[in-house]
């Protein structure tokens, strides 16, 4: 008796699993360039806010703790100064936000010339800072041939020197027409997202136009408040190019926020260890206003 034979099933070889890279593995040379550019120096800077570092004795560099800290929290001058950043920042935040909502309204409604005013209001924004102040400083603000003055002297006033008298008032008023065009258009854009059914039921149940805005608009806003009120104070808390072109940080300290205080320290008296300190300063009081006036909103639209 013979026995069958059995072919032996051929086994296919497991074919060779390749280096596959991971979507996290794929943010990581992105993640890693962020560190290196911006992390890394703001290490640097609380490092070097612990000494008495200055570039005209680069030889002497002795470590003296907190004190660049206490020197800019405790001088009176430099109060004030802390002061006029938080001013600046406020005022034109406000500003913005009031004046960008008006404009959001107004384009959002259909007349002609809608699209070229669009572009006008926005062109503004594309302007860049140090301009901005010579353009402010030489043709509307100037005392002897400055529009304003102009304006006054046509109605029998005297001409004012907007820049030495009101110095605070008129930086605010050229970052305000610099700025007004972002939150116009973030604002814009959360007003044409609103569904028309919204405000037509709310006119069906005779609601008055500020209620209309009361209860339907500003609730659906608060998103893209959210987003102005979040850029504009990171961005606001920074100015520095029309300060430098415009009054300098005066008259006096009349103008001088942290940003230019860092620049007179750095790059005039060549004091790295006192500019580090308020760069770390700016970058902590950036940090802290942001997150508080975020959750204010927050807190309000939880509220309403």
């Not at 992390?39 to 008495?52: C, G, N």
């Not at 010339?113 to 800072?129: D, E």
């Not at 605070?168 to 059914?197: C, H, K, R, Y």
């Not at 037509?200 to 408040?225: K, M, N």
């Amino acid at each position: 008796m013979t026995a069958a034979a059995t072919p032996h099933a051929s086994v296919a070889p497991a074919p060779k699993r390749g280096f596959r890279l991971t979507p996290a593995a794929l943010i990581w040379p992105a993640l890693l360039y962020l560190i290196l550019t911006t992390q890394v120096p703001f290490f640097m800077t609380v490092y070097y806010s612990f000494f008495r570092y200055n570039l005209a004795i680069p030889g002497a560099r002795p470590f003296i703790g907190l004190d660049n800290y206490k020197n800019l929290l405790t001088d009176p001058q430099n109060l004030t100064i802390l002061w006029n950043t938080v001013v600046l920042a406020g005022g034109t935040l406000i500003l913005t936000l009031i004046i960008g909502a008006a404009l959001a309204l107004l384009l959002n409604r259909d007349f002609p010339g809608r699209a070229l005013l669009r572009t006008l209001l926005i062109s503004s924004f594309l302007v860049m800072p140090v301009v901005t102040a010579v353009v402010w400083k030489n043709m509307l603000l100037n005392p002897a041939f400055g529009f304003f003055s102009w304006v006054l002297t046509s109605l029998g006033l005297p001409p004012v020197d907007f820049l030495a008298q009101h110095p605070m008032a008129s930086v605010i008023a050229m970052i305000t027409w610099e700025w007004t065009p972002f939150a116009m258009l973030i604002l814009l854009t959360g007003l044409q997202s609103l569904p028309d059914d919204q405000l037509e039921a709310a006119r069906l149940d005779g609601a008055s136009p500020w209620q209309e805005f009361r209860y339907v608009v500003l609730p659906h806003w608060t998103q893209a408040i959210q987003v102005v009120v979040l850029m504009e104070t990171i961005a606001l808390l920074q100015v520095y190019g029309e300060i430098y072109g415009s009054t300098s940080g005066g008259p006096g300290l009349a103008t001088t926020n942290l940003p230019y205080f860092i620049y007179q320290k750095a790059f005039a008296e060549y004091n790295i260890g006192l500019a580090s300190a308020a760069g770390v300063i700016t970058v902590v009081l950036t940090n802290v206003l942001a997150a508080y006036m975020l959750r204010l909103l927050t807190r309000t639209s939880r509220s309403e």
